[in-house]
């Protein structure tokens, strides 16, 4: 049985090395085990069909590399907005009549900014879907 | 090649013995991956075939996979209406080697009841070459179960040379049929006349 110890005089890192070099074993051999079956006993019968793009059978039709519009995108982070908004809101209206003055003022400033980003958004036009 | 009798002469003295041949058919046969594809009614019963009931896992074929990529066997589950026909055969194609096909159903083998439809194909044999076809409308699980332990025979029995040996490792073999393209009145062209050839009736 051979077992890794740490002799006197050895390099301590000499263990860590040898793990290195079994793990890069470990990894490589069944990739090029992979490839060599794939080169070697794998029947290939390449076509025009099979290269193609996979599309459900479909023919696959223009290009990958096209703009998406982000408009969803502005939609998604003002829903987000008023959505954290509402955890906020719900224990508001539960304690409201235990309120302090300074807490309802704080929570009208907090719905106003928040109200404020809305009506910024509607006057730059994000709420109409082009 | 070692001689049958030989064989169970030798399988009784507990000394069991095995072709490469055997072996390769015996992991290809019980590891069938078939194409996650229904067209009608058919799938339903595909479907439960696979579930924990009727469990297609018992004979390795539970994997059904989403893609063609990896799947090497199509069931053709239901009705091929003349506008699924092209992506049908596509799909076939862009199966990899060696793969096989099971026409599931009688809409799948001819039409079915729906033969004189304007629509429908009468038969996916028309285009694609049809290893094991299931009758009934549509077939019990068990029958598909049967079907596959019917192909998996099949593979078992096949030699690995020769003029009989599958379609992967033979270079003639086409890997891909030609896809039919949408005509005016039919699919153009309406068959694939290499593969299907039947018989002609006379009537005497």
């Known amino acids: 049985m051979w077992v890794l110890t740490m002799e006197p005089n050895q390099n301590p890192y000499l263990v860590l090395v040898l793990l290195a070099a079994a793990a890069v074993v470990f990894a490589l ?10 080169r070697f006993f794998s029947p290939q019968k390449p076509g025009q069909d099979k ?4 599309e459900c059978g479909l023919k696959s039709s223009g290009d990958a590399w096209i703009h998406f519009r982000s408009e969803y995108y502005l939609y998604g982070i003002i829903f987000l907005v008023f959505d954290v908004e509402t955890i906020f809101l719900l224990p508001f209206a539960v304690s409201f009549t235990g309120l302090t003055v300074g807490a309802f003022v704080a929570m ?3 719905l106003v900014l928040l109200v404020e980003g809305l009506v910024w958004a509607w006057r730059k036009g994000f709420l109409t879907w082009r | 090649m070692i001689d049958e009798g030989l064989k169970s002469e030798l399988q009784k003295q507990g000394v069991y013995v095995t072709s490469l041949q055997e072996l390769y058919n015996w992991g290809r046969a019980n590891s069938v991956w078939p194409l996650t594809f229904g067209l009608a009614c058919c799938a339903i019963e595909m479907m439960a075939a696979s579930m924990s009931r009727f469990d297609l896992a ?7 996979r989403p893609s063609p990529r990896q799947a090497d066997l199509m069931i053709v589950a239901g009705t091929v209406t003349k506008k699924m026909a092209p ?3 596509r799909l076939y194609n862009q199966m990899p080697e060696p793969k096989y096909v099971i026409a599931m159903g009688a809409c799948a083998i001819s039409g079915g009841p729906f033969k004189q439809g304007y629509n429908v194909l009468k038969g996916i044999d028309r285009y694609l070459p049809v290893d094991v076809a299931i009758p009934g409308c549509p077939p019990r699980p068990e029958a598909l179960i049967h079907a596959i332990m019917t192909l998996q025979e099949k593979i078992r029995n096949q030699k690995l040379t020769g003029p009989d040996r599958p379609r992967h490792l033979n270079a003639d073999v086409e890997g891909e049929y030609p896809v039919p393209a949408y005509g005016k009145h ?7 006349p290499e593969l299907w050839q039947p018989p002609t009736m006379t009537r005497t």
């Open chain 1, 29 to 38: 051999t069944p990739l090029l085990a992979a490839w060599a079956w794939a």
């Open chain 1, 51 to 54: 290269n193609d793009t996979y």
């Open chain 1, 108 to 110: 009208i400033i907090f």
């Open chain 2, 58 to 64: 018992r004979f390795g074929a539970e994997v059904f």
């Open chain 2, 87 to 89: 992506l049908v055969v």
């Open chain 2, 186 to 192: 039919d699919l153009e062209p309406p068959k694939n």
